[in-house]
């Protein structure tokens, strides 16, 4: 197996990201993932501190992993639909200037073939992959439990372009999926992975765990990515917990493990 290409979200790691620098390279990852709303706005970054940044980065052994943009409302939210789609535009082109090569979007609840909002999300989808296009950044979408048939049918309702889905096995987990189903189902058009874990509560929720705790079989989905020739980056995230900066560097350890026991 091809070494990986580990990333972690900077967002676990609990300081303003100027100074989490170090302890994201401290946790054995190459690069990382950067929320591009609460973090580092495109907006707050002069084209000098963008170079600034790049070089802290480069001095620390880093890249930039990709982005995440997460939106106020969905997607086919008409209220202040406009402004929405042109911060997406917005971190599209941030995430190129970084050299991300990914921004992830969540886009919320997935209507049904039958509601007014689905060609209301293919539309605004449509234009954020035309907009991809040329920026040279691609769109991952963020599809947390969805089946791998229902996001096929998305995907091949939208136009051609750099579009594709984000894979969460803890995801996959909570909807009752296989993530290396997922992934066989979906090879060709997964554009990055969450490093994330999780079980099924006794109610039906789900919850997350450290990776390596739960019911995501690493030991399957790991070469599945390699056979379905997966060459994108796995983002170690945590969202909840007593310790996110451990869970994400035990996260890193634990996938090296699986392929180089």
């Known amino acids: 197996m091809p070494p990986l290409r580990l990333a972690v979200a900077t967002r676990c790691l609990g300081s303003p990201l100027t100074r989490v620098l170090s302890a994201a390279a401290s946790t054995g990852a190459q690069g ?5 709303r609460h973090e580092l706005p495109a907006r707050e ?4 501190g963008r170079r600034q940044f790049l070089h802290r980065l480069d001095e620390a052994g880093l890249r930039v992993a ?7 409302r969905a997607l086919h939210d008409e209220d202040q639909l406009e402004a929405r789609v042109e911060a997406v535009r917005g971190a599209l082109q941030f995430a190129f ?9 969540p886009f919320g609840e997935l209507p049904g073939a039958d509601d007014p909002r689905r060609s209301i999300l293919v539309e605004v989808l449509d234009d954020l992959v035309r907009y991809a296009g040329r920026v040279g950044t691609t769109l991952a979408l963020a599809t947390r439990s969805l089946t791998p048939e229902v996001v096929t049918n998305l995907l091949d309702d939208l136009a051609d372009g750099p579009v594709g889905v984000e894979l969460d096995p803890a995801g996959c987990v909570f ?9 066989r189902s979906l090879h060709d058009r997964i554009v990055h ?3 994330r874990d999780g079980v099924r509560d006794v109610d039906g929720s789900g919850l997350e765990v450290p990776v390596g705790r ?3 079989e690493w030991e399957e989905l790991l070469p599945t990515l390699d056979e379905a020739n997966y060459r994108g980056w796995l983002t170690a995230e945590r969202t909840t917990g007593d310790d996110p900066p451990g869970d994400v560097q035990r996260a890193i350890a634990f996938t090296r493990r699986v392929v180089s026991p």
């Open 45 to 48: 970054l002069s084209a000098t």
């Open 97 to 105: 200037e970084l050299g991300g090569p990914v921004l992830t979007v």
């Open 175 to 183: 909807g009752r999926h296989d993530p290396a189903t997922f992934v």
């Open 193 to 195: 992975v969450r490093l």
């Open 214 to 216: 739960g019911d995501v």
């Open 32 to 36: 990382i993932q950067i929320d591009a």
């Open 66 to 72: 990709g982005l995440v943009f997460p939106t106020r």
